[in-house]
C-alpha cells in the first residue's frame, strides 16, 4: 500500500481483556517497529522485526505482550489481560530496514488504545 | 545509554516568526539522525542527516548536524498555525546491535498563534 496502516485506529476495552493491534506495513519493507506512546510522554520502542522473526523484544513491557509478524508483512500486537496502564497510542513503523545504508522509519496512524 | 535531549520542551510563537529547535544526543557509533513532526498520532519523517555541516531544506524547514558537538538543529521560517506540532529527533547508530531502535527525544512542542 501507499503507507503503513493500522487497525483498528481506536479501541475501548474493559480491563482484564485481551486485545489485539494490527499493522500493515508498507509494501517492500523488510523492517518493522513497534512503539507506543503514552500521554504526554515520548515514544517507547517494544519490538522490532526483521522479516519474519523478532531479535529484539527488549522493550515488550510486561509478558502480557506479545507480538507477531507473518509472511514478512503483516503484524499483530497482542495484549493479554490489559491493565489501565496499556492505554496509550501504539505506533507501528516500517523501513528498508536497518541494513540498507536508509533507516528513516515511516509511521502508521496508530491504534488508540483505552482500558476502563 | 543512549540519551537524547531536546530543547525547548515547548514555545509558543506568532505566524510569521522564526524559531529553531534544538537536539543533543549521547548515542554509541553514531550514523545519523532523524527528525520527525508529530500533529495527532503519527510521526511524519521530515529529514536524515548523516554528514555534519550541510544543510538540509525542504520549503520553510531547514535542518543542520554538528557531529564534532553532537547537536543538530531544526529551524523553521515565517512560521504558519500548520506548523503546530511536536517536533521529535531521533539518533540512528550504525548497523548492528541496536542499530533499528530508535532512541527518540521527548519532543518540542510548538504551538503558533495566529
Known amino acids: 500500500g501507499a503507507g503503513v496502516s493500522q487497525s483498528p485506529s481506536n479501541k475501548v476495552t474493559e480491563k482484564g481483556k485481551d486485545v489485539e493491534l494490527r499493522c500493515d506495513p508498507i509494501s517492500g519493507h523488510t523492517a518493522l517497529y513497534w512503539y507506543r506512546q503514552s500521554l504526554g510522554q515520548g515514544l517507547e520502542f517494544l519490538i522490532y522485526?526483521?522479516?519474519?522473526?523478532?531479535?529484539?523484544k527488549s522493550g515488550l513491557p510486561s509478558d502480557r505482550f506479545s507480538a507477531e509478524r507473518t509472511g514478512g508483512s503483516v503484524s499483530t500486537l497482542t495484549i493479554q489481560r490489559t491493565q489501565q496502564e496499556d492505554s496509550a497510542v501504539y505506533l507501528c513503523?516500517?523501513?528498508?530496514?536497518?541494513?540498507?545504508?536508509?533507516?528513516?522509519?515511516?509511521f502508521g496512524p496508530g491504534t488508540r488504545l483505552t482500558v476502563t | 545509554e543512549d540519551k537524547v535531549v531536546q530543547s525547548p520542551l515547548s514555545l509558543v510563537v506568532h505566524e510569521g516568526d522564526t524559531v529553531t529547535l534544538n537536539c543533543s544526543y549521547e548515542v554509541t557509533n553514531f550514523r545519523s539522525l532523524l527528525w520527525y513532526k508529530q500533529e495527532k498520532k503519527a510521526p511524519t519523517f521530515l529529514f536524515m542527516l548523516?554528514?555534519?555541516?550541510i544543510e538540509k531544506k525542504s520549503g520553510r524547514l531547514s535542518s543542520i548536524l554538528d557531529k564534532k558537538e553532537l547537536f543538530s538543529i531544526l529551524n523553521i521560517t515565517a512560521t504558519q498555525t500548520g506548523d503546530s506540532a511536536v517536533y521529535l529527533c531521533a539518533p540512528i547508530p550504525y548497523s548492528g546491535a541496536g542499530s533499528y531502535q530508535l532512541t527518540f527525544g521527548k519532543g518540542t512542542k510548538l504551538s503558533v498563534i495566529p
Open positions: 522485526f526483521q522479516g519474519n522473526s523478532a531479535p529484539d
Open positions: 513503523a516500517s523501513s528498508t530496514g536497518p541494513d540498507r545504508g536508509r533507516n528513516e522509519q515511516y
Open positions: 548523516t554528514s555534519s555541516g
